[in-house]
């Protein structure tokens, strides 16, 4: 069955500092796709990152960069020099369309907070 | 901005009630979807319209039903309500009805069941 699991529940850094977001994912799927949305306070889901399981090469946007490796079902989330309004909740997402069609999977989340 | 529009923002009611939420989708897009966030189930798949139609169902209580209009907003119409199903409630809507399409959420009706 599919399933994610994002193992850190909270992580808590000082501003500037590097943080990594851990997602393992489970699927039986050769096609599938993976995804990071960020919950700000405000509450809103905010989509970050799309990747499919075809393209494993690494992604970098701005401070944010996301390491996929299909050798270990792991989707890692790095922000670089955090900032206080990268405090958010993320989640790492899987849709597997053999199995579950177009819906979402998500993890449980990790709450992130940057402290300055 | 999703471009992803939900009403109300916040809901109360109480226990016996039935409320509906609203949602419009992307210009554009003819797939939406309906998440539920609880703190207990954290963020489910409840159910998905696709240009009108029904196309997949998850965890959805048979006290809750959807619909989607021809003009593509959908509706969440839950009934006999009950202090657990107080959450945030979330659609979604992406282009195609296919699986793997980026998914834009809106911000969300927030439930309280008193």
């Known amino acids: 069955a599919q399933k994610v699991t994002q193992a850190q529940t909270e992580i808590s850094v000082v501003e500037k500092e590097d943080v990594t977001l851990d997602c393992v994912y489970e699927?039986?799927?050769?096609?599938?796709?993976l995804f990071w949305y960020k919950q700000p306070p405000s509450g809103e889901l905010v989509f970050l990152i799309r990747?499919?399981?075809?393209?494993?090469q690494n992604e970098i946007s701005g401070r944010y960069s996301w390491n996929f490796q299909k050798s270990t079902s792991s989707f890692n989330f790095t922000i670089t020099a955090s900032q206080v309004v990268d405090s958010a909740v993320y989640f790492c997402?899987?849709?597997?369309?053999?199995?579950?069609?177009?819906?979402?999977?998500f993890g449980e989340g990790t709450q992130l907070t940057v402290n300055p | 901005d999703s471009g992803v529009t939900q009403t109300p923002k916040h809901l109360i009611t109480a226990t016996g009630q039935r409320v509906t939420l609203r949602c419009s989708p992307r210009?554009?897009?003819?797939?939406v979807y309906w998440y539920q966030q609880s703190l207990d189930q954290g963020l489910q798949f409840l159910i998905q319209?696709?240009?009108?139609?029904?196309?997949a169902k998850g965890n959805i209580l048979e006290r809750f039903s959807a619909q989607q209009f021809p003009d593509l907003h959908s509706e969440l119409n839950l009934s006999s309500l009950e202090l657990g199903d107080s959450a945030l409630y979330f659609c979604?809507?992406?282009?195609?009805?296919?699986?793997?399409?980026?998914?834009?959420f809106g911000p969300g009706t927030r439930l309280l069941v008193l």
């Open positions: 319209y696709y240009n009108g139609e029904e196309r």
């Open positions: 699927t039986r799927d050769t096609t599938y796709y």
């Open positions: 210009s554009g897009d003819l797939s």
């Open positions: 979604a809507s992406s282009v195609g009805l296919a699986g793997g399409g980026t998914q834009y």
């Open positions: 997402a899987l849709s597997d369309p053999q199995t579950s069609g177009s819906r979402l999977t």
């Open positions: 990747r499919n399981s075809f393209d494993e």
